[in-house]
């Protein structure tokens, strides 16, 4: 199974960047997917989940009414589109593969993605 997500980089506060995850040797529409990140110094933390059809959806207060996590299950892709950046948002940012919406939100996950880093600046 690999998670490859894509799309990180620099970006001014105020200002948008979208992820995305791709997923491989995984049948990808049975699995709930979130998105978890970890700042310096700082244990890693939920951002978002959705649900294997797309139809729940669950934020971290942080970054609810500025991301938005949605799913393509013909692409097998993850998406994770973050508006009105702050400089906090900074991370390293990385999906996840797992089962029901709680168990994500958990981070109880069954595959890890690689990294993409998300830097803000002030």
């Known amino acids: 199974v690999q998670l490859q997500a894509s799309g990180g980089g620099l970006a001014q506060a105020g200002g948008s960047l979208r992820l995305s995850c791709a997923a491989s040797?995984?049948?990808?529409?049975?699995?709930?997917m979130g998105w978890f990140r970890q700042a310096p110094g700082k244990e890693r933390e939920f951002v978002a989940a959705i649900s294997w059809g797309g139809a729940s959806t669950y934020y971290a207060d942080s970054v609810k009414g500025r991301f938005t996590i949605s799913r393509d299950n013909a692409k097998t892709t993850v998406y994770l589109q973050m508006n009105s950046l702050k400089p906090e948002d900074t991370a390293v940012y990385y999906c996840a593969a797992g089962g029901a919406l709680s168990t994500v939100v958990s981070g109880t996950v069954a595959y890890w993605g690689q990294g993409t880093l998300v830097t803000v600046s002030s």
């Open positions: 040797e995984l049948t990808f529409s049975t699995y709930g």
